[in-house]
Each structure stands twice: as structure tokens, then as C-alpha cells.
T-cell receptor
């Protein structure tokens, strides 16, 4: 069984400030971890993923995340927020086997203040 | 070229009606999914098909019936629509191997009135 907890349903940052969105997971098998972004009235777009190998993964739009097995975390960061980053962000986990269905966190709404 | 396409994007219908949502992927993926996003934006898996065979069927009312005519298509038929079915439904697909992630369609916003 797998689960994802996203701390903070709403996060506000000023433009140019650090973005930190928190994600903790639970998985009985080695996990694959993902961050997706959803803009209003749109589908989900992959930001980045961790499957194996390097634990610090870089994604699109300047985002990155670090897989920390000891902390069961996969927090998303961006050094400098841009107004266009305002969106809903979802952390998700899937099993590392053949089953690839995603278990999502509850999402974090990121607001970027001018 | 849209990788995963769903139709329609918006669907407004009355209670009791039957409706279908279509999904097609041109990525050559073997596995397709339906997810439901509720009013609080929570996303949950409903069904998964691999090469036209049902492999996941979460606790979903049997009014919902997925159909996969081939591995590029996964349609969702809903009978006797209820108010609580109002949500955004997302189709997705994944390939095989290590470096695969789910590609999502744009979603179908279903409103039952």
C-alpha cells in the first residue's frame, strides 16, 4: 500500500523567493516519485520524477526535488519563484514494479505574490 | 500532436442520463487509466487497462464501465448519472520500462444537474 502526504494545502511566496513544497510518502516497495503541476482548467504536467539513481532530480521550469529515503520525503524546491509558477502541485507515488498507477497527495496551491 | 486526448472537455447533463467520455493516446503506450478529481482537487485512480485487459478496478460504482477497443483507446461509460458524479475525469497512459511516467489528458469536466 502507498500513500502521500503533502504538508500545506496553500503556500504563498513572494516573487523571487524560495519555493518549498513538502511531500512525504509511504510505500511498502521501492517507490517511484513524481511531482505534477496543474494550471487552472488544464491537465497534469510532469515537473520531475525519481525512479532510480541520483537522488537529486531536476525538472522543468527550474524546479528540483530530492529523494530522501531515511526521511521518506520528496520535497519540491525552486530557488526563485515566478508569477507563472502559481498553480496546483501534486506529489505522487507509484510502485516500482509493473503496476504504474499513481497515488496522489491532496495537492498544494501555490500563490506567488508580486 | 496531442499525446493523450479526451472528448468532450466539458459535459453538462441531467441526473439519470447515460454518457460516455472518450480517450485516445498516440504514444504507443500499453497501459491506460481513468482518474477522478473531485471538487477538492483530490485525484484518485478508478481503472487501469493493460493491452485491453482490466488490471485495476478500484471501488467504483458499477454504473461506471470502462471499455478498451484497442490499446490506444480507453472510453468511460457512465449509466444513470448522479449529482455526486460531478467531477473532472482524467485519462492517462504509461509505457513500459524504467523511464516512464503518466501522460495525462486535459480532463473532462462533468457536471450533473
Amino acid at each position: 500500500a502507498q500513500s502521500v502526504t503533502q504538508l500545506g494545502s496553500h503556500v504563498s511566496v513572494s516573487e523571487g523567493a524560495l519555493v518549498l513544497l513538502r511531500c512525504n510518502y509511504s510505500s511498502s516497495v521501492p517507490p517511484y516519485l513524481f511531482w505534477y503541476v496543474q494550471y487552472p482548467n488544464q491537465g497534469l504536467q510532469l515537473l520531475l520524477k525519481y525512479t532510480t539513481g541520483a537522488t537529486l532530480v531536476k525538472g522543468i521550469n527550474g524546479f528540483e526535488a530530492e529523494f530522501k529515503k531515511s526521511e521518506t520525503s520528496f520535497h519540491l524546491t525552486k530557488p526563485s519563484a515566478h508569477m507563472s509558477d502559481a498553480a496546483e502541485y501534486f506529489c505522487a507515488v507509484s510502485a516500482s514494479g509493473s503496476a504504474r498507477q499513481l497515488t496522489f497527495g491532496s495537492g498544494t496551491q501555490l500563490t506567488v505574490l508580486p | 500532436d496531442t499525446a493523450v486526448s479526451q472528448t468532450p472537455k466539458y459535459l453538462v447533463t441531467q441526473m439519470g442520463n447515460d454518457k460516455s467520455i472518450k480517450c485516445e493516446q498516440n504514444l504507443g503506450h500499453d497501459t491506460m487509466y481513468w482518474y477522478k478529481q473531485d471538487s477538492k482537487k483530490f485525484l484518485k485512480i478508478m481503472f487501469s487497462y493493460n493491452n485491453k485487459e482490466l488490471i485495476i478496478n478500484e471501488t467504483v460504482p458499477n454504473r461506471f464501465s470502462p471499455k478498451s477497443p484497442d490499446k490506444a483507446h480507453l472510453n468511460l461509460h457512465i449509466n444513470s448519472l448522479e449529482l455526486g458524479d460531478s467531477a473532472v475525469y482524467f485519462c492517462a497512459s504509461t509505457g513500459t520500462g524504467l523511464n516512464t511516467e503518466a501522460f495525462f489528458g486535459q480532463g473532462t469536466r462533468l457536471t450533473v444537474v
